[in-house]
């Protein structure tokens, strides 16, 4: 995927926070450890790796509150925030190097 089109994926998990959200009546809370990253899909001189760690990280929150409300599997979001964890690795690698 290019930077663009993770761009738009990352802005449609915005809208599926927002929905979920509203359907549960959860809170930022839940969100805190996205939030606290301050990558944002309008941030676009972000790297695409940081994008990338940004929708594992939403993606997994939001599979966690689907598996308490829904019947989605928790193991789901255990793997997208095993997959974050790697991606914030990489990204750590990526600074000291510079």
């Given at each position: 995927?290019?930077?663009?089109?993770?761009?738009?994926?990352h802005?449609?998990?915005?809208?599926?926070?927002?929905?979920?959200?509203?359907?549960?009546?959860?809170?930022?809370?839940?969100?805190?450890?996205?939030?606290?990253?301050?990558?944002?899909?309008?941030?676009?001189?972000?790297?695409?790796?940081?994008?990338?760690?940004?929708?594992?990280?939403?993606?997994?929150?939001?599979?966690?509150?689907?598996?308490?409300?829904?019947?989605?599997?928790?193991?789901?979001?255990?793997?997208l925030?095993?997959?974050?964890l790697?991606?914030?690795?990489?990204?750590?690698?990526?600074?000291?190097?510079?």
């Amino acid at each position: 995927m290019n930077k663009d089109e993770l761009i738009q994926l990352h802005q449609l998990l915005i809208y599926i926070r927002k929905y979920i959200q509203k359907k549960y009546n959860v809170s930022d809370e839940k969100f805190e450890e996205y939030d606290n990253l301050h990558i944002y899909p309008h941030h676009i001189h972000k790297t695409k790796i940081e994008h990338i760690y940004a929708i594992f990280i939403l993606s997994s929150i939001i599979s966690r509150i689907l598996s308490e409300h829904e019947k989605v599997p928790k193991s789901i979001s255990n793997l997208l925030m095993n997959c974050s964890l790697k991606i914030s690795k990489e990204i750590t690698r990526k600074r000291r190097m510079r």
